[in-house]
């Protein structure tokens, strides 16, 4: 229910990554961290990006521990400047901006499309078949 938010969050903290790009541990790890600081209260935010590092560094790859508590530290940073609440409403807009400039670029895309689709047919109308001589 909330992936495509916490999906939206990661990726805007991984610098350049989209959460998609990332390992399959790191994905998962990072977003049960995500999830847990923002809809679980009695987990106190250290100790979500702490078992997130555990968890990445027993499961994920070499690097991937310091990846994993960067995102999740400055996600942190900016929750506790906001409040979750602010937060997460913030994330929500910022999403939903993102879904309405998404679905209008396809929707022109989709346009354009027809409108070339509509400008080819006109096209082969109006072209007058050659006569070739093939007797020459």
């Not at 999906?7 to 049960?32: E, N």
């Not at 209260?41 to 990006?49: C, R, T, Y």
């Not at 070499?62 to 995102?71: L, P, S």
Request: net charge positive; aromatic share 8%; glycine share 4%.
């Amino acid at each position: 229910e909330n992936t495509e938010l916490l999906d939206f969050i990661i990726g805007k903290y991984a610098k350049g990554w989209k959460a998609d790009r990332l390992s399959k541990v790191s994905r998962t790890v990072i977003r049960l961290a995500v999830y847990e600081m923002l809809f679980v209260k009695d987990i106190h935010s250290n100790i979500s990006v702490s078992e997130a590092v555990e968890l990445s560094k027993k499961y994920g790859e070499e690097k991937a521990r310091a990846f994993v508590n960067g995102v999740l530290s400055s996600i942190d940073k900016d929750i506790v400047k906001v409040g979750v609440e602010s937060f997460v409403a913030s994330a929500k807009r910022e999403l939903e901006v993102l879904n309405k400039e998404g679905e209008q670029k396809e929707k022109t895309n989709r346009d354009e499309s027809e409108a070339q689709f509509s400008e080819k047919k006109i096209l082969r109308k109006k072209a007058v078949p050659r006569k070739f001589n093939y007797a020459e």
